[in-house]
């Protein structure tokens, strides 16, 4: 099915209900549909054809769940940008996907006129928020465009989306997901809009993020009210749940920890909410428990899932998170919830091991996935590594488990040296290529060590150059002007030498042993 | 029963679904027989 279609249910069933609410701007189902309408209009008067790349970069808003619905009406690839980006990772990505139009937040005006240069294929620039010379204005597009059909002829295995995600050789790689990507899993996992239930969710997870895209395709089908935060904040975030009387959110491991230990936590009414559905990272029990007994009201739900599956793939329901029965059940209701639950019915998922054998339950392995939603090509018909898809059509998550006699799925590490910082996946390979690029460094590593906060955090070891002499400060300040800053190193560690193997491959699981508790013992500092 | 909006019916011989998204007067028929409305999911979706 089109994702279209998503918007044209939900504004049938629930017309004049809010779709999306956005720093006080409210817009209903049938006047959302209307600007889709109008917008995607003006995308076809710039230009924009079918299969054409239309980029966004900006922070959280209604104009993504627009932009979004009139790119896909004109057969149109949505490029969400990772807003948390510099210019030297932004010129990569939109020389990668050569973009025709570009969308942009006020924030990131100066930004783009910086790099605009340095792009091979110069996209049409439109800004969100305000008028600039030379640059067309969102809301004079919208306004100046009429209403009508577009017949554009699409289908459903037609990419809709390009995410770009951190790739395991250190250069992002574009995901390609089609409409069925999307849908299969809507129409197989969620309940339609409905004139008799209303649902409100709060979406703080980046648009750039699959998990954020699939909320918003969910919650338009759902007939939902949207309460779009611009990017999360513990104390915005209650605000919202508060006064919008959001009944749903989506968080990672680290917002819910920051929700129920805020300061103020117990002066917030947060009785409206109903579930919480929390993925992205691996949840510390204490904090998952800890959130049961906070938030009584609340049916909790861990979804487990990648860019390249289209979001879940599996999941731990709210009866999972009630811990309740005899002594025996109590424990294994424990223990299920450090759980990342069951494949859902649209999806098969199981753990082979390393010649992709299936393995018996209780056996570590890789865990793997197949269905009609799992990505089949990155852009531009980047080969696909075999270790990432294999013949069988088993995409590799890279996430070690394995699964018990119940079919409950179970983490333990990752067959890969990806970091992942609060949801964020962080390629230690990219770290380590700007690293070496400082003229007083020799060699480097980049690995992932445990952090109670935030999941894991990169630990850069560094090698300088024969009679060179540095700080950790300064070393991480040249990371943090030349790529995001959730992704520079927090802690530099000097040696003189690297561990590595005949081959001169670094031991980093040496290296991860010997620092595993570097954050632990050293106070992390914790802003971006 | 008249079809109602933003109901689902299912077809109980070949499993058809379909979602009324304009109510009518009329009952959804498929194979012969009266399609039965869905219960929403007891489970709340994942996202």
Known sequence: MITTELLNIASSICPERVAVSSEGIKYTYVGLSERVDRLAKSLLGLGVSKGDRVAFLQVNCSQSVETYFATATIGAIYVPLNYRAKAQELVYILNDTEANVLYIGERYIDLVNSIIDNLTLKPALISLEKRHSGMPYYEDLISSSPLGDISAELNPDDTTVLLYTAGTTGLPKGVLLSHNSFTIYILENVDPADPEAHETILISVPMYHVAGMQAMLVSIYGGRTIVMERQFQTEESMELIESEKVSRAIVVPTMLKQIIDYPDFAKRDLSSLKVITYGAAPMPIDVIRKAVELLPGVSFINAFGQTETSSTITMLGPEDHVIEGSDEEREIKLKRLSSIGKALPDIEVKVVDQDGKGLVPNKIGEIVARGARVMNEYWKGEKLDKQIIDKDGWIHTGDMGYMDADGYFYLAGRSSDMIIRSGENISPAEIEAILLSHAKIEDAAVIGIPDEEWGEQPLAIVVLAREESSSADEIIEYCRSKIASYKKPRGIIFVNELPRNPMGKVLKRELREKYENYFISTKTESGD | ?47
């Open chain 2, 1 to 47: 029963m008249s079809n109602l909006l933003g109901k689902r019916y299912r077809c109980k011989v070949c499993g058809t679904e379909v979602l009324c998204t304009k109510s009518g007067d009329g009952e959804v028929m498929c194979c012969a027989e009266k399609m039965e409305q869905v219960t929403p999911r007891p489970i709340p979706s994942s996202d």
